[in-house]
């Protein structure tokens, strides 16, 4: 059973800082990507951030250089610090895991920045 465990989410206000973690088991880690979506209502799940195994990156052009993915491979897990946060960055992020074929999805942590 692949499990995407994600926390971290809650409330902050506006110029503050979150963590999200995102717990993978079942699944390959290692050698594989990983990745942060986010959506609101009435909004495609669009991409936050993304971590290769070569611990590449790549980010969405809202970020703007106010977020950091990052992996420990032996922990499963994968991070994402996102500091400066704004009242648009409300949302449900979500954890992925890209696979050949399949996408695998957490749950979902919300993240909500009061103005």
């Known amino acids: 059973q692949v499990q995407l465990v994600e926390s971290g989410g809650g409330l902050v206000q506006a110029g503050g800082s979150l963590r999200l973690s995102c717990v993978a088991s079942?699944?390959?880690?290692?050698?594989?990507?990983m990745s942060w979506y986010r959506q609101t209502p009435g909004k495609q799940r669009e991409l936050v951030a993304l971590?290769?195994?070569?611990?590449?990156?790549r980010y969405g052009d809202f970020v703007k250089g106010r977020f950091t993915i990052s992996r420990d491979n032996a922990k499963n897990t994968v991070y994402l610090q996102m500091n400066s946060l704004q009242p648009e960055d409300t949302a449900v992020y979500y954890c992925?895991?890209?696979?050949?074929?399949?996408?695998?999805w957490g749950q979902g942590t919300q993240v909500t920045v009061s103005s």
């Open positions: 992925n895991a890209p696979r050949p074929g399949t996408n695998y």
């Open positions: 079942g699944i390959s880690f290692r050698s594989n990507a």
């Open positions: 971590i290769t195994n070569n611990d590449r990156t």
